[in-house]
């Protein structure tokens, strides 16, 4: 670690919620990638590849959706089942001319689209099932606003709306069933209450939930549950949720308590309030150039320089 390039950090003026979350996860993953722009150079087709492929079909999908006024009932589910197909084998064939060329794909990279394209369809169920009433309202949208006393600016996957309430979906293409905001130690997860903040503050509504949606479900049966936090007043109204098994550990407010109960939140903003305290702290250490190692929370699965940290860590 070059020392004098740590003291001369520079911050940028404007942060991504995904790297104010990076800087949560492991702070030297943050600087690496962020600071030294160390990245992997080889250019294989793979989960990165697929997750495009994921949140651009979705994407196009639920701007089909909100264009309709529309959103997903039983009745119409096989509806936008059938457009969800026209859509990702459209974005298939672009995106593979573009970054790839057909011959580079090996019979198993086909094979993992053909799964998630299965994957996209049974998640359109799993959705069905765990969210209602709510509509598209903005998709792959661009939020900037002050959060946390700095300017963040940031693409959020998927807001819907209920009248003067709304809900962030994130959406996560592998397990979510480690993200729950009850458990202190999962504190890494800023991204989508980050976003519940802005959209409050830009549009003058009220954020009634923060979700981290995973798509690799089972049609029936999901092992991925829907991790983040609720205010639980508008579950008991049953307006938003059908399914609560659908939902894996959710900080719920009225009153929220954290799961060892040392911290308590009168409300679903009190607690929006407390992530964005926590928040602060991050960037005042980012500031400071506090730069360590912290590879195992979490997994870091593209992260270009966790194998040298186990080895230095053990």
């Given at each position: ?42 250019q ?30 039983i ?26 060329k ?92 980050l ?50 098994s ?62 040298a ?6």
């Amino acid at each position: 670690m070059n020392k004098l390039r740590l003291e001369n950090l520079t911050m940028p003026e404007v942060l991504s919620p995904s790297a104010l979350e990076l800087y949560a996860q492991c702070p030297y993953q943050w600087y690496v990638q962020n600071q030294l722009k160390v990245t992997d150079t080889i250019q294989e087709f793979g989960a990165i590849d697929l997750g495009i492929i994921a949140h651009a079909t979705l994407a196009n999908l639920f701007l089909q959706i909100k264009s309709n006024g529309d959103f997903l009932t039983i009745e119409n589910i096989n509806q936008y089942i059938n457009i969800l197909q026209e859509i990702f084998l459209q974005i298939i064939d672009e995106y593979i001319y573009q970054e790839y060329k057909e011959s580079q794909l090996s019979a198993l990279d086909i094979s993992s689209i053909e799964k998630l394209g299965q994957k996209l369809q049974n998640y359109l169920f799993f959705e069905l099932s765990s969210f209602k009433k709510f509509k598209p309202w903005l998709i792959e949208e661009t939020i900037s606003g002050d959060y946390a006393g700095y300017k963040f600016s940031g693409r959020v996957d998927r807001v819907d709306r209920l009248n003067d309430s709304f809900i962030v979906i994130d959406y996560k293409l592998g397990t979510s069933d480690a993200v729950s905001f009850t458990d202190l130690n999962a504190q890494y997860k800023y991204q989508s209450t980050l976003y519940a903040q802005l959209l409050e503050r830009k549009y003058g509504l009220k954020c009634v939930g923060a979700f981290y949606v995973p798509i690799s479900v089972n049609q029936y049966y999901s092992s991925n549950k829907i991790g983040g936090a609720l205010d639980d007043k508008y579950f008991e109204e049953g307006e938003i949720f059908i399914s609560r098994s659908n939902f894996n550990n959710l900080a719920i407010s009225n009153p929220l308590i954290l799961e060892n109960e040392e911290i308590r939140f009168e409300s679903f903003q009190t607690f929006l309030d407390y992530k964005e305290e926590l928040s602060s702290q991050l960037i005042n250490s980012m500031k400071n150039a506090d730069i360590h190692k912290n590879p195992l929370n979490p997994k870091g699965e593209y992260c270009p320089i966790l194998n040298a940290c186990r080895k230095c860590l053990k």
